[in-house]
């Protein structure tokens, strides 16, 4: 990786005798060629979803109501779509490079993500290279910096600062968990709210909340299981979906996004009370509660979709990284049962990266008025 411009450098350093120097990675063009109808695609499927008059349809008492019965039903359990989040992440950031290198041409410019961790998690490490590596094929140039697990939660607050000043930087994300002696809360806030490409901004959220209004960012997991969806087919109008876990970063996001959808939804948490069943009655099950193999076979109902969040870290002295992924969902059980179903690893996480791509092309177009 290239080093950052002297000027930036010498900034941040000059914040602290102690922080370690940022590290950029000038990005490779994605050399495949861009397919427009592809893109089109994209566009059209809107993750805010469509904003539909709240009117409500009144029966007549004596209308007998008829259930139809849903194609899912049917569905026996046999040959289950693997919903291949490597491959619809190759389509997004083909069209992510198309952009920028359009961008590029016209202007010159191309965006800049600036990643910054705290502590050695060996899982935040490997997440980290993922998103370099991920900048690197669509022309983001990237900086990142790593910082002790005892650094000062001001060194960390200081060096965002700075990054909110900087106009070759369009995007910050703060990588997540923080050690616990700093306040996720206060970091996170401090980001400026047009860098906020991981969408936590208190600003962000709430927007993403009321109905009419739209955030400048949304979450990239949250993003990431609606995206999943529309590409397969999936429809989410009127249908049940079951979110397990309602953390800020996925479960209370998606739940938002899947209102604005029009779905029906479920929120699953550690206090509810027969989650399995609840669970059973949903057409569509997103996870996302870190639990390894929480969601067994008879969580899950005949024909439904789901969608494994999930991805905590399992000791596995064989694997590369020292360690290995693991779902929430019990992967041989569920596909008994399920018409649709995303792997871990190779499903929610490669798609996520791809948004947070795409939340930082966002950012540079919206901050350079590029159109």
Not at 291 to 304: A, C, I, Q, T
Not at 305 to 324: A, K, L, N, Q, R
């Amino acid at each position: 990786m290239r080093f950052l411009s002297t000027t930036l450098r010498r900034r941040l350093v000059s914040l602290s005798p102690q922080l370690p120097s940022l590290t950029s990675a000038v990005g490779l063009l994605c050399p495949r060629k861009y397919e427009t109808e592809r893109a089109g695609r994209r566009r059209s499927a809107s993750i805010l979803g469509p904003d539909l008059p709240e009117v409500w349809k009144h029966l007549e008492s004596s209308s007998p109501v008829i259930h139809s019965p849903s194609s899912n039903h049917d569905h026996n359990g046999s040959n289950p779509t693997i919903i291949d989040g490597k491959i619809i992440a190759e389509d997004i950031r083909l069209e992510i490079a198309s952009e920028i290198r359009h961008m590029k041409d016209l202007t010159g410019k191309v965006p800049g993500l600036a990643m910054l961790l705290v502590g050695k998690r060996r899982d935040s490490e490997s997440y980290l290279r993922h998103k370099v590596k991920a900048c690197e094929e669509v022309g983001i140039t990237s900086f990142s910096a790593e910082l002790p697990e005892d650094c000062p939660q001001d060194d960390l607050l200081n060096i965002v600062s700075s990054i909110n000043e900087d106009p070759s930087i369009h995007g910050i994300l703060v990588q997540l968990p923080l050690p616990k002696h700093m306040d996720e809360e206060r970091v996170l806030s401090a980001i400026s709210l047009e860098k906020d490409v991981d969408g936590f901004h208190p600003l962000n959220v709430g927007n993403l909340a009321i109905r009419g209004r739209e955030p400048l960012f949304v979450p990239c997991a949250a993003k990431a299981c609606i995206e999943l969806l529309l590409r397969s087919g999936v429809e989410l109008m009127g249908k049940h979906v079951a979110v397990i876990g309602r953390s800020r970063v996925v479960g209370l996001p998606t739940s938002l996004l899947l209102q604005r959808h029009h779905a029906t939804v479920s929120m699953i948490h550690a206090h509810s009370e027969n989650p399995a069943s609840i669970t059973r009655e949903a057409d569509v099950v997103i996870s996302a509660a870190g639990v390894p193999n929480l969601v067994r076979r008879n969580w899950l109902k005949r024909g439904s979709v789901v969608i494994d969040v999930g991805t905590t870290p399992i000791e596995d002295p064989e694997s590369e990284d020292g360690y290995h992924l693991a779902g929430d969902v019990c992967y041989e059980e569920a596909l008994q049962v399920v018409s649709a179903i995303t792997p871990v690893p190779g499903g929610v996480g490669p798609v996520t990266i791809s948004m947070l791509l795409s939340n930082t092309l966002d950012a540079a177009k919206r901050a350079r008025g590029f159109s």
